[in-house]
């Protein structure tokens, strides 16, 4: 059954502002609007009023027709004109009958008009008419932005599955010659420790000169050595979970430990920032619970949502003490209870707003500059916990702290 507009109204309390230079005016209409049971605030002047309309969700504006001597007209165009105004109604008043002015504000995009004193039944009617199609307008917006959010869902969901694919092909592709450098720096250090043997030995047979040459350059040579084989090894081992995660039938569930998955993506995520170069990292320090049991569980799906929410922390922490990184803290315990297995993660970084707390699970929300995320970690993260008939929540004090409690659900549904 189709609702009314009293129906519509009343499923909260609407915010009127009145604008009028007569106090005794805009008091006697706040006071009967508050008795209709709407909350009203009051402006009388134009300055006055755009302040409120910033601070406060108005949803009908009261307008006379004249403020301080001078026509409204450029006041509501103005109103009409700013985006996030424009789809206020606004209903004039006025004791006079300058029909002229009238049709000029009509046009310039006044709801309705009224004239003074005004009539409580007409008042009642004008007003509830207003607030339901504000409120109307208001649903409408939300249900395009929610379609526009899932759409752009569905656009990342298809790239990332095609990003799956095409990760999963390359991997398979660098594992020959990855591993052909790792077996080859390892044939190459064999062979430099020999030779700085050799030259060791033959010391006092070779030229002062040429033995420091051969001596600082075989160092210099076996460093590099070291490098290109903790650097391949650090590759083998993001390219191996890459492997493993691709080969994995997405959301299905075996028996899996989380222990282990917690411990695997810790060492996969450090050995990621390693390879772009970052030595200079956090430590990250486990609390695992021994007494943690197999269950049924997506062991691809979870090593990501835990990788996002620690990927998160690292960022943090590393915002905040770039100057001085032993002062970073992350943990990540476990816990065994009777029906579920509880992961927290916790660090000493940046923290969360309160502001944006309850968007930081919405999909495409980041507070990253632009290139360092898209919003999807988090989001991601709540969806996968979700599948496993888990939650996830969040507590964090800005500047502080930011910890997340994940809990998994031990019945493998």
């Given at each position: 059954m189709a609702e009314t507009a009293e129906q519509i109204v009343t499923h909260r309390q609407a915010k009127i502002l009145?604008?009028?230079?007569?106090?005794?005016?805009?008091?006697?209409?706040?006071?009967?609007?508050?008795?209709?049971?709407?909350?009203?605030?009051?402006?009388?002047?134009?300055?006055?009023?755009?302040?409120?309309?910033?601070?406060?969700?108005?949803?009908?504006?009261?307008?006379?027709?004249?403020?301080?001597?001078?026509?409204?007209?450029?006041?509501?165009?103005?109103?009409?004109?700013?985006?996030?105004?424009?789809?206020?109604?606004?209903?004039?008043?006025?004791?006079?009958?300058?029909?002229?002015?009238?049709?000029?504000?009509?046009e310039a995009g006044a709801e309705d008009y009224m004239v003074k004193p005004l009539n409580q039944t007409l008042l009642r009617a004008r007003l509830s008419n207003c607030i339901a199609r504000k409120e109307a307008y208001d649903k409408e917006i939300a249900y395009l932005a929610k379609i526009e959010q899932g759409q752009k869902q569905i656009v990342a969901q298809e790239k990332m599955a095609s990003i799956g694919v095409l990760v999963s092909s390359i991997s398979q592709e660098l594992k020959n010659p990855l591993n052909f450098i790792i077996n080859f720096a390892g044939v190459s250090a064999e062979i430099c420790s020999e030779l700085c043997v050799n030259v060791e030995e033959k010391k006092d047979k070779v030229d002062p000169e040429m033995f420091e040459y051969l001596n600082t350059n075989l160092k210099k040579f076996q460093s590099n050595v070291k490098k290109v084989s903790e650097y391949g090894q650090n590759a083998d081992k993001i390219l191996r979970f890459m492997l493993s995660q691709s080969n994995e039938e997405g959301g299905q569930k075996h028996p899996g430990n989380i222990n282990k998955i917690v411990t695997q993506t810790i060492s996969m995520l450090l050995s990621a920032y390693k390879s772009n170069g970052k030595s200079n990292l956090p430590q990250?320090?486990?609390?695992?619970d021994n007494a943690v049991p197999h269950i049924m569980l997506s062991t691809q799906s979870l090593s990501k949502a835990i990788y996002?929410?620690?990927?998160?922390?690292?960022y943090s922490v590393m915002e905040k003490y770039e100057e001085d990184i032993s002062k970073a803290k992350i943990k990540?315990?476990?816990?065994?209870?009777?029906?579920?297995?509880n992961i927290t993660i916790h660090d000493n970084g940046i923290g969360i707003k309160d502001d944006i707390k309850d968007k930081i699970f919405n999909p495409f929300f980041t507070t990253k500059p632009e290139g360092a995320g898209v919003g999807l970690g988090l989001s991601s993260a709540k969806e996968i916990i979700d599948d496993h008939k888990g939650s996830i929540s969040m507590n964090s004090v800005e500047g502080e702290f930011a910890e997340f409690n994940i809990t998994v659900d031990k019945g493998g549904r």
């Open positions: 009145v604008v009028d230079d007569h106090e005794s005016a805009r008091n006697l209409l706040k006071r009967r609007l508050s008795i209709y049971g709407y909350e009203v605030l009051t402006a009388g002047e134009a300055d006055r009023a755009i302040k409120l309309l910033e601070s406060h969700p108005i949803d009908v504006i009261f307008l006379n027709m004249f403020l301080n001597g001078k026509s409204s007209y450029d006041f509501l165009k103005t109103l009409k004109e700013n985006e996030k105004h424009k789809a206020i109604p606004v209903i004039m008043m006025s004791s006079d009958s300058d029909m002229e002015l009238i049709v000029r504000c009509i990250i320090e486990t609390a695992l996002n929410i620690l990927d998160n922390a690292v990540i315990t476990t816990e065994n209870t009777p029906t579920t297995v």
